[in-house]
T-cell receptor
Framework: AQKITQTQPGMFVQEKEAVTLDCTYD???????LFWYKQPSSGEMIFLIY??????QNATEGRYSLNFQKARKSANLVISASQLGDSAMYFC????????????FGKGNQVVVIP | ETGVTQSPTHLIKTRGQQVTLRCSSQ?????VSWYQQALGQGPQFIFQ???????GRGNFPPRFSGLQFPNYSSELNVNALELDDSALYLC??????????????????????FGEGSWLTVV
């Protein structure tokens, strides 16, 4: 079974500052993928970034980067230069890379960016 | 714009009724998964369809059923609606990783994309 833990309380972030969202995971699978999604109040789940367990380098996608520490089983999301439009819930998720690609999600982190 | 479309976006049903939610997957994607997201929670996996067959199911009762069509679009059906079925239902579109072309690995280019969801309220 796979488990994602996101325990940070809601966060207020100053515009243009960086923010780090914590995610730890647990799995017995040797081959897995880690995802971060953004969910604004409209409900759509927006893909941000993906990291494979065998990837040697940390993933980056524009202002998003993933701090992947395999030994510690953590996959923290870093958002640089926060914008007002970054205010949303952020979900960490994982999937085995064998069999079907069902996602196991954490409970999410609420981020509010303030001017 | 993910190319994944869901309908309807909002609906209200009465307890005991039946509901059908629809999803059109992204072009080229052969796998559709459905998730239920209750208020304040992360999404929970309901089931997945690959090439018109169920390919994994989460901890949901049989009154949750689905279909996938030859064009890879999908339906989620819920019978005998209960108040606790009130939630956001999300459809996810992807390529089946177990069936990627040899040598191809998942990456940000062939990952899992969601639609905008269907908000279901049961009264």
């Amino acid at each position: 079974a796979q488990k994602i833990t996101q325990t940070q309380p809601g966060m207020f972030v100053q515009e243009k500052e960086a923010v780090t969202l914590d995610c730890t995971y647990d799995t017995s699978d040797p081959s897995y993928g880690l995802f971060w999604y953004k969910q604004p109040s409209s409900g759509e789940m927006i893909f941000l970034i993906y990291q494979g367990s065998y990837d040697q380098q940390n993933a980056t996608e524009g202002r998003y980067s993933l701090n992947f520490q395999k030994a510690r089983k953590s996959a923290n999301l870093v958002i640089s230069a926060s914008q007002l439009g970054d205010s949303a819930m952020y979900f960490c998720a994982m999937s085995s890379l064998r069999g079907n690609n069902r996602l196991a999600f954490g409970k999410g982190n609420q981020v509010v960016v303030i001017p | 714009e993910t190319g994944v479309t869901q309908s309807p976006t909002h609906l209200i049903k009465t307890r005991g009724q039946q509901v059908t939610l629809r999803c059109s997957s992204q072009s080229g994607h052969n796998t559709v998964s459905w998730y239920q997201q209750a208020l304040g929670q992360g999404p929970q996996f309901i089931f997945q369809y690959y090439r018109e067959e169920e390919n994994g199911r989460g901890n949901f009762p049989p009154r949750f059923s689905g279909l996938q069509f030859p064009n890879y679009s999908s339906e989620l059906n819920v019978n005998a609606l209960e108040l606790d079925d009130s939630a956001l239902y999300l459809c996810a579109s992807s390529l089946s990783w177990g069936r990627l072309v040899d040598g191809q690995t998942p990456n940000s280019g062939n990952t899992i994309y969601f639609g905008e969801g269907s908000w279901l309220t049961v009264v």
